[in-house]
């Protein structure tokens, strides 16, 4: 496997489920990303861990549990979401040693349907 | 106030001609970087293309190139040559460098993007 990958690449859930997103990247990255996209929206930023430490959390609900193990992956953990919550969840992940030069390397992503 | 403003929803066009989607941004830092990704119908982002905001020259990738105009506060993406496989969403993106507790890494933050279509 190269690059950032996520499965599952589609789930579709209820709103009782609770459910994980899974995040890999094989690039020797040391930060990764969580983000959300919804349609008509831009993509927004949800956590960042760095390091493995989670150091951004944009007023994400609760009902988003991110963790990071290593630094090789990144879960997001999903319990009693809405139907609002239905979009493509990104996951992306970058060397952050300069920091204007790296891009961040982004996974096909996670479309994601609550019923 | 937005910091990524991309004004087009969506762009048409011919094959083989050359297409410039806009991109303005909005920021009081004097070190930024610019990226910009394309996203197919598959959802991947992929990465085209960088200018930082110390580099006196436009960014150039191949068919990309980027036309950077520090003072406007602008970074439009050219693609040359249009090919059918270059129909996708577009978007333009920010990365401002943030530190918390130590740790550094850059915030990217994304415009509303640009749906090309490129038509034989």
């Known amino acids: 496997e190269t690059g950032v990958t996520q499965t599952p690449r589609h789930l579709v859930m209820g709103m009782t489920n609770k459910k994980s997103l899974k995040c890999e990247q094989h690039l020797g990255h040391n930060a990764m990303y969580w983000y959300k996209q919804s349609a008509k929206k831009p993509l927004e930023l949800m956590f960042v861990?760095?390091?493995?430490?989670?150091?951004e959390n944009n007023s994400v609900p609760s009902r988003f549990s991110p963790e990071c193990p290593n630094s090789s992956h990144l879960f997001l953990h999903l319990h009693t979401l809405q139907p609002e919550d239905s979009a493509l969840y990104l996951c992306?992940?970058?060397?952050?040693?300069?920091?204007?030069?790296?891009?961040?390397?982004f996974g096909p992503g996670t479309r994601l349907t609550v019923l | 106030a937005q910091k990524i403003t991309q004004t087009q929803p969506g762009m048409f066009v011919q094959e083989k001609e050359a297409v410039t989607l806009d991109c303005t941004y909005d920021t009081s830092d004097q070190s930024y970087g610019l990226f910009w990704y394309k996203q197919p119908s598959s959802g991947e982002m992929i990465f085209l293309i960088y200018?930082?905001?110390?580099?006196?020259q436009n960014a150039t990738e191949g068919r990309y190139s980027l036309n950077f105009q520090k003072a406007r506060k602008s970074a439009n993406l050219v693609i040359s040559a249009s090919q059918l496989g270059d129909s996708a969403m577009y978007f333009c993106?920010?990365?401002?460098?943030?530190?918390?507790?130590?740790?550094?890494?850059?915030?990217?933050?994304f415009g509303q993007g640009t749906i090309l279509t490129v038509h034989p």
């Open positions: 200018q930082g905001s110390y580099d006196e």
């Open positions: 993106a920010m990365r401002e460098a943030q530190g918390a507790g130590g740790t550094s890494y850059g915030k990217l933050t």
């Open positions: 861990y760095s390091l493995e430490e989670r150091v």
């Open positions: 992306a992940s970058s060397q952050e040693e300069q920091v204007y030069l790296n891009e961040q390397f």
